[in-house]
C-alpha cells in the first residue's frame, strides 16, 4: 500500500482526486475541498475512505466495466467490406442497406445477433451513411406523372371566385 502520488495522470479527473488527497493531508476538510476542487463533499468523501482502504494507488483510473462487445474490433472493421458488396449479394431485393438488413448480413456472416437499433449504433461507429428507402411503386410511370402535374392538377387546383364584392369574413 504506497501513497506516493505519481508525476503523470492519465486526465483532469484522476488528477482532481490525488489534488483532493493532497488536501486532505495537508489538513484540508473535506468540504472545503469540494468547493475548491468543484465537486461534492460526497465525492471527496469517497475519495478518500477509497485511499485509507486500499492506498493512494486506488486513485487512478479504473478500467471501465460493462458487456464486452460481442464483435470484435477485427469483426467490425470486416463489416464496410462486407456492406460494400451491396445488397443484392445477400439477397435482398434494392439497392438501399436498412438497420433490419444489415443485421440479417451480420448474423449471417459474423454469427451475432443484434437489434435494429444497436445495428444503428454499429453503423455510426464504423461511419456507415444512414439510409432510407423510398417506398414507391416498382410501377411508378414518372413521365405520367409529370404529364399528370403539368395538365390535370392545374385543373383541379380550387380557383378563387370571381366575386366583385369583397367577402365580409
Excluded: C
Excluded at 34 to 52: C, D, F, H, I, N
Excluded at 75 to 99: H, I, N, S
Excluded at 133 to 149: G, K, M, N, V
Amino acid at each position: 500500500m504506497t501513497n506516493q502520488i505519481p508525476d503523470t495522470f492519465s486526465d483532469w479527473r484522476e488528477a482532481r482526486r490525488f489534488r483532493a488527497w493532497e488536501l486532505k493531508e495537508k489538513g484540508w476538510k473535506q468540504r472545503d475541498i469540494a468547493e475548491a476542487l468543484g465537486v461534492t463533499p460526497a465525492a471527496v468523501s469517497q475519495w478518500m475512505k477509497r485511499a485509507r482502504e486500499g492506498g493512494v494507488a486506488v486513485l487512478r483510473n479504473r478500467k471501465r466495466g460493462g458487456v464486452k462487445p460481442r464483435l470484435t474490433e477485427g469483426q467490425l472493421k470486416r463489416l464496410p467490406e462486407l456492406l460494400a458488396a451491396g445488397p443484392a449479394a445477400y439477397g435482398f431485393r434494392g439497392e438501399v442497406w436498412t438497420r433490419a438488413r444489415v443485421g440479417a448480413v451480420i448474423k449471417q456472416e459474423l454469427g451475432v445477433s443484434y437489434s435494429d437499433v444497436h445495428v444503428g449504433r454499429l453503423l455510426r461507429k464504423i461511419d456507415w451513411s444512414r439510409q432510407k428507402p423510398l417506398e414507391r411503386a416498382s410501377q411508378r410511370d414518372e413521365d405520367a406523372i409529370a404529364r399528370w402535374r403539368e395538365e390535370t392538377w392545374p385543373k383541379l387546383k380550387k380557383k378563387p371566385s370571381e366575386k366583385t364584392e369583397p367577402s365580409s369574413s
